[in-house]
């Protein structure tokens, strides 16, 4: 068969279509990857064919983080960079979907894909790395930044996301369906495919106990199966010696990382930590990430790096700090490490009180609230729950790869 794979969005978004990609290829299928262009780099590593598409929204992102921007101003913000890319990445998938594609998988921010697999007649599916698309009294929509709101609340915002994204979103969309000569979408989820992927483990979260009432209410609302997380077997990098030496030379360590989400004050979480390990005795490491500016301590029980393979770093360490990224969230959930989730937005709330309901992690925080008391009390609370983290985490029982593999050429 021939596949599509697009991802528009960060890291999190088109790493796990790269493992998907390579997991299509070892079966025997033609695979192409569009993303952006800076991913091309990785794509060759991976041995994936590539075509670039869109702008660096990795760093669009930092962009935001820097200005502070809140809620409203961010999904406006979004909205805006959205339909400026979309023209550009209808064409380019216009150009690299043809008649003889069998199947087109779409991620992360992705609407030109379904648009021109329809167009086309050719099969397509939605990878989703979390439930937040779906409506459900359970949790509110994925721009909401609050958690553990009534659930009548939820029901409500629901309806209005949906009015919004109609007004918004249709209009942006409808054009380009027309103009490749498919009927203009009349609700929200007419412009997703009808098939998709539930692309997190279970052990995470299962399925909204109203998703089928809400399927049934919506005829044109995608049919997800669950496949589970899609993770690309980091086999290109590899743990700095000095980092192992750090490692090596005392207990284990907490990760403190942030991922795509740049930290606009580096010098004050270096601080921060540097002041909870002379309260407590911990040892940390710091990654930098997407940071611009370089910060280095003097202390020997805290460890600055760039960044590191989680799945090589995160089994030697006492528990995990990070944004709530799905991708990194995983990461723990697999190393069996407790965790503290410093919320930026997106769905990274949604997993920070999923982790601590589940009994595997301290309270969520968020980033533009973090201080040293908060962080060293929620630490307390995560390292408390070592073992139980270790009893409900581990590897996934079946490869998320294999399952989807599986799934799509069914």
């Not at 200005?67 to 400026?84: I, N, S, Y």
Request: one cysteine or more.
């Amino acid at each position: 068969m021939k596949f599509v794979l697009s991802a528009i969005g960060s890291r999190g978004d088109v790493h796990p279509m790269l493992a998907l990609a390579k997991g299509l290829r070892a079966a025997g299928h033609q695979v192409t990857l569009v993303a952006a262009p800076t991913f091309a780099e990785r794509a060759a590593q991976e041995d994936v064919p590539f075509v670039g598409a869109g702008r660096d929204i990795q760093g669009w992102i930092n962009e935001q983080l820097k200005k502070g921007l809140g809620t409203v101003k961010v999904f406006r913000a979004f909205t805006e960079v959205w339909r400026d890319d979309l023209a550009a990445t209808v064409d380019v998938l216009a150009d690299v979907i043809g008649r003889d594609t069998d199947h087109v998988v779409c991620a992360g921010a992705d609407a030109a894909g379904p648009q021109v697999a329809l167009a086309r007649g050719c099969a397509s599916s939605f990878v989703f790395y979390a439930p937040l698309l779906f409506p459900s009294r359970e949790y509110p929509p994925m721009f909401i930044p609050w958690e553990g709101l009534p659930q009548p609340l939820n029901v409500g915002l629901w309806h209005l996301s949906d009015v919004l994204l109609r007004r918004l979103w249709l209009p942006l969309i409808n054009p380009h369906r027309v103009r490749l000569g498919a009927p203009p979408a009349r609700a929200v989820f007419e412009v997703l495919p009808e098939r998709g992927l539930f692309a997190f483990d279970e052990r995470l979260y299962g399925t909204a106990s109203d998703l089928d009432e809400v399927l049934a209410k919506n005829p044109h609302m995608t049919r997800p199966d669950r496949v589970g997380a899609l993770v690309l077997d980091n086999a290109v990098e590899d743990i700095d010696p000095a980092l192992v030496a750090f490692l090596d030379a005392g207990p284990a360590p907490i990760y403190v990382g942030f991922g795509s989400m740049a930290d606009v004050t580096p010098a004050r979480t270096l601080a921060m930590l540097e002041h909870i390990a002379a309260r407590t005795g911990w040892r940390f490491v710091l990654a930098q990430g997407w940071s611009e500016k370089t910060v280095h301590s003097d202390r020997d029980d805290v460890f600055v790096i760039e960044g590191a393979p989680h799945e090589r770093l995160f089994p030697r360490c006492a528990a995990v700090v990070h944004h709530g990224g799905a991708g990194t969230t995983h990461a723990a959930l697999f190393a069996g490490k407790p965790m503290v989730i410093v919320a930026h937005g997106v769905d990274q709330g949604f997993w920070g009180r999923r982790v601590h309901t589940l009994g595997i992690g301290g309270p969520p925080l968020k980033k533009n609230k973090l201080r040293a008391q908060a962080l060293e009390k929620s630490l307390r609370v995560a390292l408390a729950c070592a073992d139980e983290a270790a009893r409900v985490g581990g590897p996934p029982a079946q490869s998320g790869v294999a399952r989807a593999v599986e799934v799509l050429t069914r």
